[in-house]
């Protein structure tokens, strides 16, 4: 089972390393974590997605309820939320594979950042399957370097 945590928290110090701690006291896996200022600058939100069954999934919930930098926990559900996820990927390609490699971007949506010699940037973004897609589908070309961020969530 599949969790998705929106955590407010107090934006200061010390709270990304309270948080993760949590989890690592516990034993649970963080499978992806962003975190970012809000509207408010005094208030950061963290998005967090777990695995485990629903004891763990609930006790996770239950556990940044407890923490005092936490201002409010939020469980969202996959199928009534927006999740995204971006990628920055080197793509490495030749005369032969250039053009099919364009046409593949232009038919994701996917965003050509920069082009060298040897490589292309692309710069991804959309839901977290789609996004595995798109990098199993530039794999065949060869992936030089890769840099994929954590689901980041918000109820419809």
Known sequence: MKGIFSVLVENRDGVLSAVS?????RGFNI????VGETENHDMSRMTITS??????????EKQLNKNIDVIKVRRLNEARSI??????????YNSETRTPLIE???MTGAKIMKVTAKYLLIEYH???????DFI???????IIELQRTGTIAMEK
């Open 83 to 92: 999740c995204l996820e971006m990628v920055l990927a080197k793509v490495s």
């Open 126 to 132: 959309s839901d977290p399957e789609s996004v595995d």
């Open 104 to 106: 593949l971007c232009q």
């Open 21 to 25: 701690g949590l989890f690592a006291r």
């Open 51 to 60: 695995t485990g069954d629903q004891r763990t999934i609930d006790q996770i």
């Open 31 to 34: 499978d992806t974590l962003a």
């Open 136 to 142: 199993r589908l530039v794999q065949r070309y060869g």
